[in-house]
């Protein structure tokens, strides 16, 4: 006969005999030895390249392995860290079973499904190079079901969209680099991907007066030599000239604003003639009438 207790279970066994002869009883015991409790194990969803971890806590004793060991800190603890990529365009699974051991040496598994959700690509675009003041496209077109924020926020349209225009000024008299950060999230999912764009943003240094023609009369309304993107020539130097080449006017730093020429009510109508000299040396020469 086979015995099958669950528990630890003491038997008595009689043994019968014909009349005049000897019976007899004996007794045994058969020791259950429990298996470990069961390790429940929830599934877990992370997204690629993230991690989290498995299992439960150790009970002394106890030894653990699981299988694959495929992205785990650790095969032979009671809970590692899984840590798993998805490269591809849809959700994957990774499926692991452990085996807990007790000092007996009974067994007990547990399954657990680890589900990764694709990586999140963050398009923030090429380099970008433009001049000062002159809005430029960076980012790609939005996709659906996703958001976008963009650090930091300044020069920008918009920080939450998927492809703003960004707009800086340079009055330094040399390029100048601002680096933005784009973070791409799927709503479904909460994953999201990082990525950076430069943008190279030179000086405008072309140079031209707004107009030829001033009328020096103190109502404010085109009574100055005005040079457009003045604060690109940091350090320049004006000069201003008479019909018959006498300096009339000269200055460091002229801003159209607090550093200027053409209201000075003693002016003559007539031509005059200016000399612009940039930090560099470049020199820009032209005429201003002057109209009373």
């Not at 943003?201 to 003045?230: A, Q």
């Amino acid at each position: 006969f086979v015995l099958a207790p669950t528990t630890t279970t003491t038997y008595t066994i009689t043994a019968s005999a014909p009349a005049g002869s000897c019976g007899g009883t004996t007794r045994f015991t058969v020791t259950v030895t429990p298996t470990p409790a069961p390790v429940a194990v929830p599934p877990v969803v992370i997204c690629s390249g993230a991690s989290a971890q498995l299992g439960t806590t150790a009970v002394a004793g106890n030894t653990y392995s699981w299988s694959p060991a495929t992205g785990l800190s650790s095969a032979t603890v009671a809970n590692p860290t899984v840590t798993l990529t998805n490269t591809a365009a849809a959700a994957t699974t990774q499926t692991y079973t452990l085996t807990t051991t007790n000092a007996s040496g009974c067994t007990a598994t547990a399954i657990v499904v680890v589900t990764v959700n694709p990586a999140v690509v963050a398009a923030t675009g090429a380099t970008v190079v433009t001049i000062t003041d002159a809005p430029v496209a960076i980012g790609a077109a939005p996709v659906a079901g996703f958001t976008y924020s963009w650090s930091p926020a300044t020069g920008l349209s918009s920080s939450t969209v998927a492809n703003p225009t960004v707009t800086l000024p340079n009055y330094t008299g040399m390029p100048i680099t601002r680096t933005y950060t784009l973070t791409t999230t799927n709503s479904a999912t909460g994953c999201s991907g990082t990525a950076s764009v430069a943008v190279t943003v030179n000086p405008d240094l072309s140079f031209e007066v707004y107009n030829n023609v001033i009328t020096s009369n103190g109502d404010n309304m085109n009574d100055r030599l005005k040079v457009r993107n003045i604060r690109s020539f940091p350090g320049n130097k004006v000069e201003i000239y008479n019909r018959w080449g006498r300096q009339i006017f000269s200055t460091t730093n002229y801003d159209n604003d607090t550093n200027y020429w053409g209201t000075d009510p003693t002016l003559v109508a007539g031509n005059y003639y200016y000399v612009f000299k940039q930090n560099d040396n470049t020199i820009a020469k032209g005429w201003i009438e002057v109209v009373k």
